[in-house]
């Protein structure tokens, strides 16, 4: 083959530039530190390596998507432990305000007291982030979540919470709505509430109740309604006397003892005696047809003409109840009409079950209606309302007060707790955020890992190849310059 001048110097230049490329090419492996200066370098590696980076990318903003998530929920947890706080105050506020000694102006000292907390709470409850945003509006974060009413508050937001995505198939909750957090507190035990009616005048303080039976329940309404003086005439009377039924005379008086009216001869005195104690009360009363006969906070009074050793006897305390199912009239598993009331004795029925203690007045009734749901501001507006209103110094009044404190105490507890379960919520969130938080340091470690060996230069491999490159390169140069020097004019002489 006849090789001419021309192709041995284009064969040599283009190896030469060859040679020079590929050291071109380790030395920008060498300074970059990576293998795959373009995909044509390695095509699988480099699409490997595109998916990895692509996922390390999602793993970084999913930690900063936690980040944000748990600097939102950090600040819902201060705020509710500033809540928990001003719940707490108001439980102690009512243990206060139950003291007997108490007069209408050092309650409504903490009625004042009360209405500064009611004032902070709506302030929390309209808590705002960093960039303005209300915590408790759900997805309405620009509106005001609550506005003060004759009730408490107004909430004006819905119930959405704002969630971010925190992983590769998990979404998480930031946030918690105002009527999750404010208005969603069960009234009463949870299950039915009991109060006595305003108009009550005996010193009967009911229960909150449990539930015994659940599988028993109704959801009816009822009544308890208490009936009043029991009065007799003893059996052995011979003269033609009757006694009255009984009315209240002084309800605080109330203490149900039995008493017995017993007439002397000739029917014109009679004797008290309380025959419970076993003491007389008052001897050698002049006896009037039809004149009032106090006894034990009971009257009473005897017409016609009694004859000497006759008795008529008087429990004062109303000494019965009747329940009655609102909901359903005909219901037969209430209890019969006109059972013994005694004080602090259990009455059970439909799976429920609580008790009156106390002295109930003639014609007093306490009521059993599910729970519903209800907004702590209205219930310490409430309870604000119940210490401003002048008490009186009658049972009937003290009564009521003890009733509505009670009341009021489990409405508090129901917030409280559900307030509870809501940062107990936020505290598992805050864990969860911790554990991905763990998880996703750990995975960019191994997205890290994956691309050094995908991508990272083997220093000790690529600088052996450098060096025998540049031998080769200057062996080839060299090799042609001696190869374009041969000539037969040097060999002529």
């Known amino acids: 083959m006849r090789i001419s001048s021309s192709m041995l110097y284009v064969n040599a230049a283009a190896q030469i530039n060859s040679l020079q490329a590929q050291l071109v090419h380790t030395q920008q492996e060498i300074s970059s530190g990576s293998s795959i200066l373009t995909p044509a370098d390695n095509p699988v590696a480099a699409a490997q390596a595109l998916v990895v980076t692509q996922t390390q990318a999602d793993n970084t903003q999913f930690t900063a998507n936690r980040q944000s998530a748990t600097n939102s929920l950090s600040q819902e947890e201060t705020t509710l432990q500033s809540v928990t706080t001003l719940i707490q105050n108001a439980q102690t506020a009512i243990v206060n305000a139950g003291n007997a000694s108490f007069t209408l102006q ?108 659940a599988t028993a329940l ?90 000497a050793g006759d008795q008529f006897t008087v429990v004062a305390n109303p000494t019965t109840y009747t329940v009655s199912d609102i909901t359903n009239p005909a219901s037969v598993t209430v209890p019969p009409a006109n059972q013994a009331y005694v004080s602090g004795q259990s009455i059970a029925f439909d799976g429920l079950q609580f008790n009156v203690s106390g002295s109930p007045s003639n014609g007093d009734t306490f009521t059993l209606n599910p729970s519903a749901k209800q907004s702590v501001f209205t219930t310490l507006t409430s ?33 409280l707790n559900n307030v509870l379960t809501v ?52 062996a080839a140069q060299q090799s042609f310059v001696k190869i374009s020097g041969l000539s037969l004019f040097n060999y002529i002489n």
């Open 106 to 213: 050092q309650r409504q000292a903490i009625a004042t007291g009360l209405q500064g907390g009611l004032s902070q709470l709506v302030g929390l409850a309209n808590a705002q982030d960093g960039n303005g945003n209300y915590l408790f509006s759900g997805y309405q974060s620009s509106s005001l979540p609550f506005s003060v009413s004759a009730t408490g508050a107004q909430y004006n937001g819905d119930q959405g919470q704002t969630s971010v995505q925190v992983g590769v198939s998990q979404q998480m909750a930031i946030s918690d709505s105002g009527s999750s957090v404010f208005e969603n507190n069960v009234t009463g035990n949870g299950t039915f509430t009991s109060a006595a009616a305003a108009a009550n005048i005996g010193s009967g303080v009911v229960s909150s109740g449990s539930v015994v039976n």
């Open 218 to 307: 109704t959801g009816d309404n009822y009544s308890v309604a208490f009936s009043g003086i029991q009065t007799a005439a003893a059996g052995a009377n011979t003269g033609n006397g009757t006694v009255s039924p009984g009315t209240i005379a002084d309800a605080k008086g109330l203490n149900g003892h039995t008493y017995s009216l017993n007439f002397n001869a000739g029917g014109t005195t009679y004797d008290i005696v309380d025959t419970t104690s076993g003491t007389t009360v008052s001897s050698g009363n002049s006896y009037q047809a039809g004149q009032a006969i106090t006894v034990g906070g009971a009257q009473v009074n005897v017409t016609g003409n009694p004859a």
């Open 383 to 415: 309870l604000i309302n119940l210490l401003n209103t002048p008490s009186g110094s009658g049972v009937a009044t003290e009564t009521n007060l003890t009733n509505g404190l009670n009341t009021a105490n489990n409405n508090l507890s129901s917030a």
């Open 423 to 474: 940062r107990a919520s936020i505290g598992a969130r805050l864990n969860e955020l911790t554990s991905l938080n763990t998880e996703g340091a750990n995975q960019d470690l191994q997205y890290s890992s994956t691309l050094q060996s995908l991508q990272d230069v083997n220093d000790v491999q690529a600088i052996s190849q450098l060096a025998q490159q540049q031998t080769t390169l200057t």
